[in-house]
């Protein structure tokens, strides 16, 4: 939902590119100091209680957003929110919940725990697509004013944030770390993979910067000029496609492995995103985008088990966290660039660079890891 809404929210505060840039920069800022928290304290503080403070902030910037006028008031309620505008779920949390996953399952169900995981939240990814519509259902229904309307939206956000409160409350207490450690010493092992890995997961993450919800939504907004109701429906339909895609996923690694699925998969979703700014009409543009979502996500569930696969189990928290630190820095670096592309060279400059650098980092993936293989392909 924020991901589709935020760029037209800050169009219709009469924000410029330039402040969506500075606002998404902002937003994976404050995600990537709270994921720095909970990579090297996040197992100290407690999962749960670690769980519970982060989704009280998040909860607390959307009500700064709904309720903002000033362009830097709202880049502090992104900061203190850590407000994704990437469209998908990106924040400390998930570090969290991927080093509690594993424990649920034997090597072989890894993979199919976190399809499931990452189903369930393509699920809720697209119905918050679908509510992507609100402001102007509430404006055809009440005739609220436009900008009321997307503030109420935001009020919805920060609600849906804190229904998560009591869901992490009631946590059993196996979702804490196995051994309790005061200092964590890595493997030589486990640290030399995971430092390979995390320099090519920054690149990566520096062209997904590129390519963000709010991004591609005022792409589509000022290339085609269509709603928030229509870019809702899009989202939502690339959601469903994304869902389908890791259940395709688990299915996939068990057959050709995990590293070649990540890759084999996300080199063809970038040369669809490559020609969707080429595209004569919306309607072709949508199919092309379409397409590629149902693609672009399969390397996440196994992304995730292949580095939870190649540490120890009380590693995990630190593998996680340090692996979406990269990221998030990559992501909170790139929207400011992306921004400038769009008023500077074209609309759709920053889909194209964002779809050469991640064909770039899927090659040197496959060159560095295609020999080191997890448990159960051993």
């Given at each position: 939902m924020s991901g589709v809404l935020l760029g037209l929210y800050v169009a219709r505060l009469g924000l410029s590119a330039t402040w969506l840039g500075l606002i998404l920069s902002a937003?994976?800022?404050?995600?990537?100091?709270?994921?720095?928290?909970?990579?090297?304290?996040?197992?100290?503080?407690?999962?749960?209680?670690?769980?519970?403070?982060?989704?009280?902030?998040?909860?607390?910037?959307?009500?700064?957003?709904?309720?903002?006028?000033?362009?830097?008031?709202?880049?502090?309620?992104?900061?203190?929110?850590?407000?994704?505008?990437?469209?998908?779920?990106?924040?400390?949390?998930?570090?969290?919940?991927?080093?509690?996953?594993?424990?649920?399952?034997?090597?072989?169900?890894?993979?199919?725990?976190?399809?499931?995981?990452?189903?369930?939240?393509?699920?809720?990814?697209?119905?918050?697509?679908?509510a992507a519509a609100l402001p102007e259902l509430l404006v055809f229904a009440t005739g609220m004013e436009e900008l009321t309307a997307y503030r109420a939206a935001f009020l919805v956000y920060a609600g849906l944030l804190a229904a998560g409160l009591p869901l992490y409350a009631g946590l059993s207490a196996a979702a804490e770390v196995p051994a309790r450690v005061e200092r964590l010493v890595m493997a030589p092992q486990s640290r030399k993979v995971l430092w390979r890995?995390?320099?090519?997961?920054?690149?990566?993450?520096?062209?997904?910067?590129?390519?963000?919800?709010?991004?591609?939504?005022?792409?589509?907004?000022?290339?085609?000029?269509?709603?928030?109701?229509?870019?809702?429906?899009?989202?939502?339909?690339?959601?469903?496609?994304?869902?389908?895609?890791?259940?395709?996923?688990?299915?996939?690694?068990?057959?050709?492995?995990?590293?070649?699925?990540?890759?084999?998969?996300?080199?063809?979703?970038?040369?669809?995103l490559l020609t969707i700014p080429l595209a004569p009409n919306f309607a072709v543009a949508a199919i092309l985008f379409l397409l590629r979502e149902g693609l672009v996500e399969m390397d996440v569930p196994t992304r995730q088990s292949y580095v939870m696969a190649m540490v120890k189990p009380e590693e995990r928290t630190f593998a996680s966290g340090v692996t979406h630190l990269v990221r998030l820095g990559g992501w909170g670096v790139a929207p400011v660039f992306?921004?400038?592309?769009?008023?500077?060279?074209?609309?759709?400059?920053p889909l194209m660079v964002g779809a050469a650098m991640k064909i770039g980092y899927d090659l040197a993936l496959w060159a560095s890891f295609r020999k080191l293989k997890p448990p159960e392909e051993r």
């Open positions: 937003g994976l800022g404050g995600a990537t100091l709270s994921v720095a928290v909970a990579t090297w304290w996040g197992d100290r503080i407690g999962r749960r209680r670690a769980l519970l403070w982060l989704t009280a902030l998040s909860a607390g910037g959307g009500v700064m957003l709904a309720l903002g006028n000033d362009g830097w008031l709202i880049v502090a309620a992104a900061l203190l929110g850590m407000l994704n505008g990437m469209g998908r779920d990106r924040g400390a949390a998930l570090v969290i919940e991927q080093a509690i996953l594993p424990a649920t399952t034997d090597d072989a169900g890894r993979t199919r725990a976190f399809a499931r995981y990452n189903l369930l939240m393509d699920i809720g990814h697209g119905l918050g697509a679908l890995i995390s320099l090519l997961f920054a690149i990566d993450s520096i062209a997904g910067g590129f390519l963000g919800a709010a991004l591609v939504s005022w792409f589509f907004f000022e290339s085609f000029g269509v709603s928030a109701a229509v870019i809702g429906l899009l989202f939502f339909g690339a959601r469903l496609m994304n869902a389908l895609s890791h259940l395709g996923a688990a299915w996939l690694a068990v057959r050709i492995g995990l590293v070649n699925t990540m890759v084999f998969t996300h080199i063809p979703s970038s040369l669809l992306a921004g400038w592309l769009m008023g500077a060279v074209a609309v759709g400059a």
